[in-house]
């Protein structure tokens, strides 16, 4: 039965109401400064912590709760016939609740300015001591660092007169990691200013163990950062099918990015295969995009991730009848849509993130390599200039097909070019793309211009083009824009783009044999563009 609650928190969302509850319950309530003088202004009779250890609040109010009174009917464990004396003895009453929360050093050392003397009184000392007592005799007391949690304490004191032990093995949990991460970030600002040293503590939880890892023989789980919010992997909910792998979670995640970058205009739609967008594309509706998408790599898109910024539709599940795919990621998935694809397959995931449209909540990215550790900013952004470095001008009404190429260019491996077509009035499409070759030269003549004609091919033939093949592809390649995700160090590249027809190209310029690179690209008439941000990604 719960006879005695101490509350004494910084953060006082909800403490008024839920001490109401409490009281209601006739539960004693012992609490401290400010906390105790906002309880009495709502007419709630509160026991001061002075009172209960025979001590005033010392050294501006730094020493109040760090005594035996307090923590021996914290930590006295009831059913231990000698603490049970031995509390008897000198009359220390139990506390059955503690509901804490800290002073608010994060908050504090995120100011600018902040002086290090402000800082280190916004160390809690008292507050941790509490939560970690509570939480360690979580048998016994209850513990709440959380004014979320109050509602459903209420709710289940209400109900039964106690807090069932499954909600307090939950609370001590969350009262351990939570003292846990305010310590950290203590460390971290401290090590700073005291030692200037740099400190990376990174905080995930809720394991979940995945059907394997990179290849069958390799144990993955997959962990969930604390307070990620936002569109993310990790705040979506599966509506079908099995569980993910962790490949899976590599290229839905890589897809989800791809899809991010083109903002909210028309309806978008990545899919991803071994970590690179294989296809890329917008249209006016998600049919159009999924058909221009799928028609950047038919044959890759085998097994793929496709992932859209727009609610999926029953058109779009359609044009998957007898297409392979893994993943669907989409904001929502209309219903009839849902019925369709579940039927499908057993096996198709379905992953709905209502908070797709949402800004990213992160700004910076990390990656673990043997024995350390690499952050990084986010690559934002896809140009820092646009400066036409040819004779021949790159023509203006080019420009957002060609900002469409190198957002689908950032999100290709290196060394990564992207060929981006305008199939209809505004809406774009990737073409074809080279990526992760050690030289460039490759990616454009044995890759990105080698798949464009054969992708073209299966357009030509559904489409029945009325011209040549080659006219054809003369036609469409000569309208492309090709993207480069860093600079070109010789002009062979130039000479094999020309070679295809390709006569737009961007890169971020950059090379000491840039002259050489602008010459040859004038001699054969090509337009090209210097962005001035390269956009490699490994």
Sequence with gaps: MLKRALLSVSDKTGIVDFARGLEKLDVQIISTGGTARILRDAGITVTDVSEVTGFPEMMGGRVKTLHPMIHGGILCVRDDHDHMGEAEKVNVQLIDMVAVNLYPFEVTVSKEGVLLEEAIENIDIGGPAMLRSAAKNYRSVTVICDPEDYGHVLKELRSSGVVSQKTREQLAVKAFRHTADYDATIDTYLSKELLGEE??????????????????????????????SGPSL????????????????IDADNALQTVKELGHGKAAVAIVKHNNPCGLATGNTLLQALQAAWDGDPISAFGSIICTNTVFDLKAAEFLNGKFVEIILAPGFEHDALEYLRNKSANLRLLELPSFNEEFAVDDTYKYIIGGMLKQARNIGIYDKWETVTKIPFPEELRSLSEFSLHACKCVKSNAVTLAYEYDEGCYMMLAMGAGQPNRVDSIRKLAATKARENLAVIYEREKVDM?????????????VMASDAFFPFDDSIVHAAE????????PGGS???????ATADRLGVSMVFTGMRHFLH
């Design 512 to 518: 000491i044999r840039d002259n050489e690179v602008i």
């Design 234 to 249: 990790a705040n979506a909910r599966q509506l079908h099918g099995k569980e993910l792998s962790y490949n899976n979670y």
């Design 199 to 228: 400190v990376l503590r990174m905080s995930f939880n809720e394991g979940v163990t995945l059907r394997y890892g990179e290849n069958w023989h390799q144990d993955a789980k997959f962990y969930k950062e604390v307070g990620v």
């Design 468 to 480: 040549s093949f080659e006219d054809y592809c003369r036609q469409v390649l000569s309208k492309c």
């Design 500 to 507: 295809s027809g390709i006569m737009f190209i961007l890169s």
